[in-house]
């Protein structure tokens, strides 16, 4: 009755997880299997922390068929169910969360519900399976914890190797890999210490049966019983010892490791947020004049919205800049000279406001936003560019049509209140140079 119920329990888990996983399938079709499955779902790094543990069980597979010869201490089926078991347990676990979260999203009930039932009872399974000091079980062999310590030991290593020549960075985004590296390290060592010092003091309570009985080599019996048993006692010490110092120093490594390819991590996040920060700098500057450009103006009208919509933006001004005649340059003397008549005209609009941003806008179009000292001076810093402009029409040089408007508090809402007033302005001031004698963009 115990077997048969065994089975029908069996049979309920394999469907549960044949479920989580035909759904992930249907989610994500084509190649790859439980690695893309993670990395599409939770990133690149679980994505790899899946693979390098799938990657041991084809190892302890590949092995089992390439040869029988034992491996510290343990034939090769030995290792094929260990580590099946192991692998089996984890990976599940990890198909299970990718379909509970996936479920979530697109709101998928019953996916949900298997996908939470398939992880609890991954982890149940763990944690018998791979923590027998917790509740003195567990059916793997002594050896087979220290070699799923070593290879979390091998995949901090290998992953740092994966950082190093990521180029495209689509690792080092998650702890995950830190944390299952190092849950694997830490807990996989104290179980290993517990096994191996239940072996080892098996061993010398069945040395000590043996002295007592008679049966012991014929070597123990050169010491009293007393001398005996105590260098059983010493050499269960000594074994305690040895295990324990390989195991503070393989956690140390690893510790120096995890460390280490954080220090990688960290520097390629400073190197990305450098390139971010010159691209960005780049796109706020206009490539002709080296003014800041639309771009930036237009991250500038926002937080200027953001401030009158608070109540908190200071007084200022918008001054709107066109420059006359472009196009006609560009038709009779090439875009070279085009090029070098908005040059000239944005040195002239930078030199009157020397304290305040310029903006190229559009092709011939600029807009500068008055605060502080050039606020307080505009009339005057205006009527002086505006002076240079007609002495300008009379020389034949540039030719720069402005309009001027402040900002007035209570009653303008946006920053594109002020700009259209002053946009109207420059306007009325164009086709008073055209009258002067200024050559329009027509």
């Known amino acids: ?36 499955y993670m990395a599409n779902t939770f990133g690149y790094d679980n994505a790899f922390l899946n693979a390098w543990l799938l990657l041991l069980a084809y190892v302890a597979m590949f092995w089992a068929n390439a040869t029988s010869l ?21 990976v599940y676990g990890f198909i299970s969360a990718a379909a509970y979260r996936c479920a ?3 709101g998928d009930r ?70 299952g590296f190092s849950a694997l390290i830490f807990f996989m060592a104290q179980s290993w210490l517990h096994r191996a010092n239940q072996d080892y ?5 069945s040395n000590i049966y043996s002295y007592h009985n008679g049966t012991a080599p014929s ?19 000594d074994y305690d010892t040895k295990r324990s110092s390989l195991v503070i120093a393989l956690f140390l490594f690893s510790l120096w490791m995890i460390i280490n390819n954080y220090s990688v991590v960290a520097r390629r996040n400073r190197e990305t947020e450098q390139e971010l920060g010159a691209t960005k700098e780049l796109a706020g500057r206009d490539p002709l004049t080296g003014v800041k450009s639309k771009l930036a103006f237009t991250e500038r009208e926002k937080e200027m919205d953001a401030a009158i919509e608070e109540g908190r933006a200071d007084h200022f001004a918008v001054v709107v800049c066109d420059l006359n005649g472009v196009k006609r340059i560009n038709d009779t ?70 309009g001027l408007a402040d900002y007035r508090p209570g009653q303008d809402r946006k920053l594109k209140a002020v700009f259209e007033r002053a946009d109207a302005l420059m306007y009325k001031r164009k086709r008073k140079l055209k009258e002067m004698g200024a050559v329009s963009r027509e």
């Open 201 to 205: 003091t098996n061993t010398v309570v």
């Open 333 to 402: 003397k090439g875009h070279k000279a085009g090029d070098e008549y908005i040059r000239s005209a944005s040195v002239l609009i930078c030199n009157s406001f020397k304290r305040s941003p310029v903006f190229r806008i559009g092709g011939d179009e600029f807009v500068v936003i008055l605060k502080g000292y050039d606020y307080e001076q505009r009339t005057a810093i205006l009527e002086a560019l505006d002076r240079q402009v007609e002495e300008n029409i009379r020389t034949k040089q540039v030719i720069v049509s402005t």
């Open 70 to 90: 034992p491996f510290l201490g343990r034939i090769a089926i030995g290792w094929i169910v260990d580590v099946n078991t192991v692998v089996a347990v984890i």
């Open 110 to 179: 019953v996916e949900r519900v298997t996908g939470m039932a398939g992880m609890a009872l991954m982890v149940g399974f763990g944690i018998v399976e791979l923590f027998p000091s917790v509740f003195n079980t567990g059916s793997m062999a002594t050896e087979s914890y220290f070699l799923f310590m070593l290879w979390a030991i091998l995949g901090i290593i290998f992953f740092r190797n994966v950082l190093v020549r990521d180029a495209a960075r689509k690792f080092g985004k998650s702890i995950v890999v830190w944390i």
């Open 104 to 106: 979530g999203k697109n």
């Open 1 to 36: 009755m115990g077997s048969v119920l065994g089975m029908l329990v069996g049979m309920v888990i394999m469907l549960l997880i044949a479920r989580n996983y035909h759904y992930m399938m249907n989610r994500y079709p084509g190649p790859g299997g439980a690695y893309t």
């Open 219 to 237: 070597s123990a019996y050169q010491y009293g019983e007393e001398e005996f048993i105590a260098k059983q006692m010493e050499g269960l010490k």
